[in-house]
Nanobody, 121 residues
Framework: QVQLVESGGGLVQAGGSLRLSCAAS????????TAWFRQAPGKEREPVAA???????YYTDSVKGRFTISRDNAKKTVYLQMNSLKREDTAVYYC???????????????WGQGTQVTVSS
């Protein structure tokens, strides 16, 4: 098990940038896949980006070219750099970790508390 704490959310104008961080605790963090999910009001939670322990990466189509996921195993931290933000990116963003494959989104069973990202026009 790993414990996850997100930070870095906030209010930003459309076209702006934010960087989310997810600090993890647990000795085996480097062997976990990690991902960012988001949930907008009235919508289901969806995966945004994921990175495997060996740095294989997934992005959902709507964020490709704008968001970058990265991880620093020494710092036990995962980042989500979000550029060219759009109003439709407004959501609560959650960090998650999985002992399974990074693309198996149903396998993510360690969750942070979430951080709000609001993009204004």
């Amino acid at each position: 098990q790993v414990q996850l704490v997100e930070s870095g959310g906030g209010l930003v104008q459309a076209g702006g940038s934010l960087r989310l961080s997810c600090a993890a605790s647990g000795r085996t963090f480097s062997s976990y896949a990690t991902a960012w999910f988001r949930q907008a009001p009235g919508k289901e939670r969806e995966p945004v980006a994921a990175v495997s322990w060996s740095n294989n990466i997934y992005y959902t189509d709507s964020v490709k070219g704008r968001f970058t996921i990265s991880r620093d195993n020494a710092k036990k931290t995962v980042y989500l750099q979000m550029n060219s933000l759009k109003r439709e990116d407004t959501a609560v963003y959650y960090c998650a970790a999985s002992g399974g494959a990074y693309w198996e989104f149903a396998s993510y069973d360690n969750w942070g508390q979430g951080t709000q990202v609001t993009v204004s026009s």
